[in-house]
């Protein structure tokens, strides 16, 4: 089969290329799928370029990467089931990451065939082209483990930071399935797009700063993390929460052996006294049933994937220059 492979960390321009390679053989409880469009986001990137140093202690690689394909998202047709698969059978069409972890490893998604534990796949809703189904798992399920559920939401106020990102775009629309009133921050030239989420107002963060307008929410979602917990701490009501989902701009806003962590660390160290701060979760929730919820929100019609761009699998490296241009409004797809 045709898949992207890289031996060695460092720019997708240099590192990426597209060879044949065997394809992927089913373990127990794994389906071999025939992928019909894959998606990239920033962890892909940070994997690829090995940066930060950290993530090749966890799970991606010392020297060079153990797994040599990239990408973690995808839709396409189940081929063969492995010993031990129930609920999938050849011709079902699915979704979801590749990986059944963190995404901070390849996943062999940017291929013709990967190999993907069962528990992490859904059924594609019939609503869904490929490439908008593929567009969906990482960004969806950063933003519906990340959110307050819909008893916590339901009348509130929330801000998404970054709201015309990945994760900002699944964040406004499942916040307002939630029934909770959503401001979107984003660039100027992408407000239209944010609007058409669902946004009931949108902020361009070039003009305004969204900490000093005195307006208060009940949760403030951060993408970027442009602005300090103090600062946020501002824009919130006696009560509101601040989730920092954190964005280092590509290696560039986060140092490069620890990336955002101890950021995200030093909010979780301070949680336990600040009721604006969620603790730390002690559990990854559970991936299947999360792709089934993401999936009934696309079928209802409340998640409306947005395809930007899609390119071939040998074009891997402009797709990933096109997602760091911050360009993008919507997803940026390969197809095999
Ligand atoms: N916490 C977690 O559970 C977790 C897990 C995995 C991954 N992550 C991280 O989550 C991030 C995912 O981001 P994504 O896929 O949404 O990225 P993305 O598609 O690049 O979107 C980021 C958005 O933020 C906007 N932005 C940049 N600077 C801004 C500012 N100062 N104010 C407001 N908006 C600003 C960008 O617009 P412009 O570029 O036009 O400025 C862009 O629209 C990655 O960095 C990933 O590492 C978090």
């Given at each position: 089969?045709?898949a992207v492979v890289q031996d060695r960390y460092g720019p997708p321009s240099e590192v990426l290329a597209v060879r ?20 990239v986001?920033p962890d892909v990137w940070h994997v690829v370029t090995g940066r930060p140093y950290?993530l090749r202690?966890?799970?991606s690689g010392?020297r060079r990467p153990?797994r040599r394909i990239p990408g ?34 390849n996943?062999?998604?940017f ?139 590509f290696g560039a806003?986060?140092?490069r ?54 390119y071939?699998l040998d074009e891997v490296a402009a797709a990933l220059r096109h997602l760091q241009s ?8 390969l197809?095999?």
């Amino acid at each position: 089969m045709r898949a992207v492979v890289q031996d060695r960390y460092g720019p997708p321009s240099e590192v990426l290329a597209v060879r044949d390679v065997e394809r992927p053989r089913p373990g127990p409880d794994e389906v071999l799928v025939q992928v019909q469009a894959a998606s990239v986001h920033p962890d892909v990137w940070h994997v690829v370029t090995g940066r930060p140093y950290a993530l090749r202690l966890m799970g991606s690689g010392l020297r060079r990467p153990t797994r040599r394909i990239p990408g973690t998202d995808m839709a396409g047709l189940v081929v063969e089931t492995g010993d031990g698969v129930a609920g999938f059978a050849p011709g079902d069409a699915v979704f979801g990451e590749t990986v059944r972890g963190y995404q901070w490893r390849n996943g062999g998604a940017f291929a013709e065939y990967v190999a993907v534990p069962a528990q992490v796949l859904a059924p594609r809703p019939a609503n869904l082209t490929p490439a908008q189904a593929a567009a969906v798992p990482t960004s969806g399920l950063i933003a519906l483990h990340n959110l307050p559920d819909a008893d916590a939401l339901a009348g509130r106020s929330v801000l998404v930071n970054g709201a015309a990102g990945g994760v900002g775009a699944c964040a406004v629309q499942i916040a307002r399935a939630r029934g909770a009133t959503v401001t979107g921050v984003d660039a100027g030239a992408k407000l239209d797009f944010v609007r058409a989420l669902g946004a009931d107002r949108v902020v361009d963060y070039e003009h305004t700063d969204f900490t000093r307008t005195g307006e208060r929410f009940d949760v403030i979602f951060d993408v970027p993390g442009n602005h300090g917990f103090s600062a946020c701490r501002r824009a919130l009501t006696s009560t509101g929460v601040y989730i920092l989902i954190g964005h280092d701009q590509f290696g560039a806003s986060a140092g490069r052996w620890l990336g955002s962590m101890p950021r995200v660390l030093g909010l979780v160290a301070r949680s336990p006294f600040t009721k604006h701060l969620p603790g730390p979760s002690v559990s990854m929730p559970d991936k299947g049933t999360s792709m089934a919820a993401l999936a009934d929100l696309a079928a209802a019609g409340q998640l409306r994937p947005v395809v930007d761009e899609s390119y071939p699998l040998d074009e891997v490296a402009a797709a990933l220059r096109h997602l760091q241009s911050g360009t993008a409004r919507g997803k940026i797809v390969l197809t095999p």
